[in-house]
């Protein structure tokens, strides 16, 4: 009888226990509930007042409570640069879309960016993984700069027309792009060029690219699924190389930055199979700058 006693004693305890767990959760839940819900309504009260910026960050912190997503995915719609105004040198942003697991028929993925540079209301971004291989040019043993190549043209009409959003391609702007002699035998660069998306420089290789720490965090690169699928040249640890836009030791060839992440200045014959890896400038300016 004790016994049985004691174990009815101990199951009512038991339960007590439980019933108090369950009650705090169930506040815990409601409480996070009625915090979340108060956010809301402090995001809809900003973004009625037209601070889009800290509606934005709100409805992003949201997650998939009520119709946060579709309310901060209206935002950027309206205002492409939203996502990237607090964006410093060395973070990693998503920006336009990519085929890159291999499988087309669940749509292209999110591109992931390096932000190299931020200069006022303008971000310099290297796609942070290899994202196609490709051509420098077609023609074996055929001099050709970087305003003539086929790289160059895939970059800025193919690339730049299936990634980005006509909102999006609004805040790329066109720069003037200097395309600097090779350092160490003079091989021509050619004349400078207006882009839209662009490979980095030689120049540019030596400022991102200089030390281990930026080799291994910046110039090594995974080549995409889709990249790799193909008959680009990838390591056993998924890198591969990529061009730069500057020449090489002779006009047909093209400087690269190799699976290890350093730069090779006597470069590769042009019709070799490389990474690329596009780069451009996106504008913050409540206007952008992809127009002009």
Do not use: C
């Not at 043209?153 to 730049?160: I, K, L, Q, R, S």
């Not at 882009?195 to 291994?216: H, I, K, P, T, W």
């Amino acid at each position: 009888m004790t016994r049985a006693r004691l174990s009815k004693a101990t199951i009512k305890k038991g339960a007590v226990v439980l019933t108090a767990v369950l009650v705090a959760v169930t506040l815990g839940f409601l409480v996070h509930q009625h915090q979340r819900s108060q956010r809301y309504a402090q995001a809809l009260r900003l973004a009625e007042s037209g601070d889009a910026s800290g509606a934005y960050g709100i409805f992003v912190g949201l997650g998939d409570y009520a119709d946060a997503r579709e309310r901060a995915a209206g935002l950027v719609e309206d205002d492409p640069a939203l996502p990237y105004r607090g964006a410093a040198k060395g973070d990693v942003v998503s920006f336009g879309s990519f085929e890159q697991d291999g499988d087309s028929s669940n749509g292209p993925e999110p591109i992931r960016w390096i932000v190299l540079e931020r200069f006022d209301d303008r971000l310099l971004l290297l796609s942070a993984d290899v994202l196609e291989g490709r051509q420098y040019n077609h023609v074996p043993f055929q001099d050709v700069t970087w305003a003539d190549s086929d790289l160059r043209a895939w970059m800025n009409d193919d690339f730049f027309d299936a990634a980005f959003t006509p909102a999006q391609r609004g805040i790329i702007p066109s720069v003037l792009n200097d395309n600097a002699d090779q350092s160490v035998t003079g091989a021509p660069g050619g004349a400078p060029t207006q882009d839209r998306v662009f490979a980095l420089s030689e120049q540019e290789s030596v400022v991102y690219l200089s030390g281990g720490a930026n080799r291994s965090d910046i110039g090594e690169a995974l080549a995409s699924e889709y990249a790799a699928s193909g008959a680009l040249t990838v390591t056993e640890d998924g890198t591969a190389d990529w061009w730069l836009r500057s020449p090489g030791t002779y006009g047909f060839a093209a400087q690269f930055v190799d699976a290890a992440g350093t730069p090779v200045a006597s470069g590769a014959n042009v019709d070799v199979l490389y990474g690329a890896r596009p780069a451009l400038w996106i504008d913050l300016s409540e206007a952008g700058g992809g127009g002009q």
